[in-house]
């Protein structure tokens, strides 16, 4: 009798690591490796007196690969008369263990350097980048530094005259009109009835924290997939009141449907 032949058993292939472990130092050096080169191509550096200095988007790629994603916990406008200047708090959170690992605070003012002539929504976003790069540099600097970089995000450099001087041009004058009889006769209009006809468009309202928070509770629900939880913690900062308002309600309903839905089906 003929024997079966036995097929050579292939080799087992170690799967690749889609993913990092802060508590795994073998692969928080392979991470190290993946973001110098994912920098390096993407060009997310700023060169400052002959060091490079990882952009915020460098940050965020090293805290996704982690399931870390940082959320912005509030924005205030700390103002005055003589320069226009917000105050930013950003938290991060470990989609994995759903816990919050870390938090940085960043402020940007229009008496900065480069900054005179910043129109108020350039500064306030300025500060909740500065902010995120601050909250990932807590907790990754040693990451980035295995990289080959500067453990201090660019935005950062910006401070304290650190960057170049760069001489700042006022705005070119404008030609002033003609006096006219209706242009006169606008003068007369009381303030109040001038500001109701030519009004700007009213600030957006941002989500507020307690918006943020019963999303993040939400998301931890068992039925909600890691890939929906991360698609929606990206683009949380991004929602106003209403969007959030409708993602809960969202949230809620295919949280019901998943738990409810086949029994709903069978009666």
């Not at 805290?63 to 917000?86: A, F, T």
């Not at 940085?104 to 350039?122: D, H, I």
């Not at 068992?222 to 991004?238: C, D, F, G, Q, S």
């Amino acid at each position: 009798m003929s024997q079966a032949v036995k097929a050579p058993k292939e080799p087992i292939r170690k799967p690749k690591v889609e993913s990092y472990d802060l508590s795994h130092s073998d692969e928080t050096l392979h991470l190290a490796t993946d973001l110098a080169k994912f920098i390096k191509e993407n060009k997310l550096t700023t060169n400052v007196q002959g060091k490079e200095f990882v952009n915020v988007e460098g940050w965020q790629y090293a805290g996704s690969r982690l399931g870390i994603v940082p959320v912005v916990e509030h924005v205030i406008n700390v103002s005055n008369d003589q320069e226009i200047k917000y105050q930013a708090k950003v938290i991060l959170f470990d989609l994995k263990s759903g816990q919050t690992v870390g938090a940085g605070f960043a402020v940007c003012s229009s008496k900065e350097q480069g900054k005179k002539f910043y129109q108020e929504f350039a500064i306030m976003s300025m500060a909740q980048t500065r902010a995120i790069g601050k909250a990932y540099r807590n907790i990754l600097a040693w990451i980035i530094r295995a990289a080959g970089y500067e453990p201090t995000p660019a935005e950062e450099m910006d401070y304290g005259n650190n960057m170049p001087a760069v001489a700042e041009t006022p705005p070119a004058p404008v030609a002033q009109p003609v006096a006219t009889p209706a242009a006169v006769a606008m003068k007369a209009v009381p303030a109040e009835s001038a500001v109701a006809a030519v009004s700007e468009p009213a600030a957006l309202a941002y989500a507020s924290a307690s918006q943020k928070e019963e999303i993040i509770r939400l998301l931890n629900h068992p039925v909600v997939t890691r890939a929906e939880k991360t698609k929606m913690l990206l683009n949380i900062n991004r929602l106003d009141e209403e969007r959030a308002t409708q993602a809960i309600a969202k949230l809620k309903k295919a949280i019901d449907d998943r738990e409810n839905g086949p029994t709903a089906v069978a009666a």
